[in-house]
């Protein structure tokens, strides 16, 4: 069934095979952009985004992706539409949805994505909420697919804290039949919600999630470790408090020793290093960090492509 006109909010809404059809798609455009092979299947079309929330890889990836389709991307920051002044979020998706082929929006209340998407006539994308990043993992499993070659079966370590990637990497693992092992200290554990519904996926897909505190037992024997930052936006006030909480965390050379000899190291960036990461370990690990963050540009088009 074809996924056209339909929305992208989270990983829940697609079955495995869905997902998976997503990452091939990505890796076929980028084999085909690297060959130099034009691919303007969007052309004459427009994607607004919508930002109220800081993003380098997303905004950029998404417009040069859209560029590179045959589309047009407009950056629409929050400060400057009427929405920062009041515009209800149901006025502004029925307005943008006379103009646009889809709309792409970050922010930090799903509730308000899944407004924006109840009253837009146009597709709309979770470009991240405080729930869920979902546009990331579609890179991110692209990224394991190339470097280890498949998804089924991998052991995937997430360490720190239980935030929108765990969600959105829980959901992804577990629909695509791996084994998703998730350690946060007290406090700071995912949606539990969320982590039924992950398991509830992994049962069907012969994948399994497991969420516990102890970071090494995480670890230990992974395929991939996989951390993110300890306070994301709109946690910068929590900064302090957080970095106690999370000692013991840090992805480190120790911490990453107790992984498969031939673990790779992920981060959905940006890192700060000497927080949730060692400066050494992302440098050992930047040919697998950079090009996750390069795949969020043939993920995207992937996106764009199955969506619009
Ligand atoms: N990983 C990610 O979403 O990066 P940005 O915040 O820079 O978009
Ligand atoms: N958890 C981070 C992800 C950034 C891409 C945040 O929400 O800030």
């Known amino acids: 069934m074809s996924l056209k ?23 076929d455009l980028k084999t085909k952009l690297k060959a130099g092979i034009p691919t303007p299947i969007l052309a004459g079309k427009s994607l607004g985004m ?10 950029v990836s998404f417009e040069v992706g859209m560029y590179q389709l045959g589309g047009q991307a407009l950056f629409l920051s929050s400060n400057d539409l009427q929405i920062g002044r009041g515009e209800p979020i149901q006025d502004t998706a029925r307005v943008l949805s006379r103009y646009l082929d889809g709309i792409l929006i970050r ?30 993992v579609i890179a991110d499993l692209i990224t394991i697919q190339e470097h280890k ?32 092992m998730v350690a946060c200290p007290e406090g700071y554990m995912p949606n539990p919600e969320i982590v039924a519904q992950a398991k509830q996926y992994a049962a069907e897909s012969g994948g399994s999630v497991t969420v516990i ?43 990453m020793a107790l992984a498969k000899p031939d673990a790779i190291f992920m981060h959905c960036l940006p890192a700060y290093r000497g927080y949730e990461v060692t400066d050494e370990v992302m440098v050992s690990a930047q040919w697998v960090v950079f090009d996750e963050a390069e795949n969020r540009l043939h993920a995207h088009k992937a996106i764009l492509a199955t969506f619009l």
Do not use: C
């Not at 919508?50 to 905004?59: D, G, H, L, N, Y």
């Open 50 to 59: 919508i930002f109220q929330k800081a993003s380098t890889r997303t905004r």
């Open 149 to 180: 070659g498949h998804l089924k079966g991998i052991r995937f370590a997430y360490v720190g804290d239980g935030n929108n990637m765990t969600h959105s990497l829980m959901i992804g693992g577990a629909k695509t039949g791996m084994d998703v």
């Open 5 to 27: 006109g339909k929305d992208f909010l989270t990983l829940k809404d697609f079955t495995g095979q869905e997902i998976l059809d997503m990452v091939n798609l990505g890796i």
């Open 107 to 136: 922010t930090f209340s799903h509730k308000e994505v899944e407004d924006l998407a109840e009253y837009a006539d146009v597709p709309v994308i979770n470009g991240l909420t405080d729930d869920y990043h979902p546009t990331q």
């Open 213 to 255: 505190h102890d970071p090494k037992e995480a670890i230990a024997g992974a395929d991939v470790v996989y951390t993110d930052t300890w306070a994301s936006m709109g946690q910068e006030a929590e900064k302090e408090i957080r970095q106690k909480a999370f000692q013991g965390y840090q992805v480190d050379s120790a911490m």
